[in-house]
């Protein structure tokens, strides 16, 4: 981190860092939780998720108006700039983050009630998956640490991968038994959700990667969802 002749202006930058973090940290535990109270259907712990968005709202409040107020009063340039409105980039991807989170931790309760269906392995392996994705996305913002993001970039494609094996198996069990569908239809938003914070990580990484080098990522990265192009034929 560059320090500058304005002491007060390096302490601002550093308090922007450390609150990008601790958005990212309160982040990455709702979909940790989130996934947790799916498996072990734990509705108390789903329903704390759901009432926990609020602080991620909060503090992207503060750090929008934190953001503002410096490009207002200190007019940065260069690396700082970029910087600064990669933070509001990012503090809006990790809000959305959380709302992904919530809705997965609305379906858990939702999945609760119903017979179990299934072994929820995958979705524990997408969230590590997601989470540590996430994590390294935000350490690269804090830490200008460009090679790292373009890690984060290309290391989607394994969580799509795990989508699409979910999308297959909760349609299997649709086909195979209709008391499944309510089940099997919730999981699936789950499943979405956990693909799209994937994606929301990798394009967190995409804005480092231009603050701290100023130039763009191809348009195009690995990826590997193909649901929407799936073709649902019935059992024999």
């Known amino acids: 981190m560059q320090e500058h002749t304005v002491r007060s202006y390096s302490e601002d930058l550093r308090r922007l860092r450390e609150s990008i973090e601790r958005m990212g940290g309160l982040a990455e535990r709702q979909v940790a939780d989130a996934v947790t109270a799916l498996v072990r259907r734990d509705t108390g712990l789903a329903a704390e998720?759901?009432?926990?968005?609020?602080?991620?709202?909060?503090?992207?409040?503060e750090v929008e108006t934190f953001c503002i107020r410096l490009l207002a009063l200190r007019q940065p340039v260069g690396q700082d700039l970029r910087f600064i409105i990669a933070a509001l980039k990012v503090c809006h991807g990790l809000e959305r983050i959380g709302d992904y989170a919530r809705n997965a931790a609305k379906r858990a309760i939702?999945?609760?009630?119903?017979?179990?269906?299934g072994s929820l392995?995958?979705?524990q392996r997408m969230a590590r998956m997601v989470q540590a994705n996430l994590k390294d996305a935000i350490d690269a913002l804090v830490n200008?640490?460009?090679?790292?993001?373009?890690?984060v970039w290309a290391n989607d494609q394994p969580v799509d991968e795990i989508y699409n094996g979910i999308f297959r198996e909760m349609l299997t069990f649709m086909m195979e038994d209709p008391r499944n569908i309510t089940a099997a239809t919730h999981l699936l938003f789950v499943a979405k959700n956990l693909e799209r914070i994937g994606d929301h990580a990798t394009n967190i990484a995409e804005t480092v990667h231009y603050a701290v080098r100023g130039?763009?990522?191809?348009?195009?990265?690995?990826?590997a969802d193909n649901s929407a192009s799936a073709v649902v034929r019935p059992l024999a």
């Open 49 to 61: 998720v759901v009432q926990r968005d609020a602080a991620i709202d909060a503090l992207e409040r």
């Open 110 to 117: 939702v999945v609760a009630e119903q017979p179990p269906l």
């Open 121 to 123: 392995n995958g979705f």
């Open 144 to 151: 200008d640490d460009a090679a790292k993001a373009d890690e």
């Open 215 to 223: 130039d763009s990522l191809p348009e195009d990265r690995p990826k």
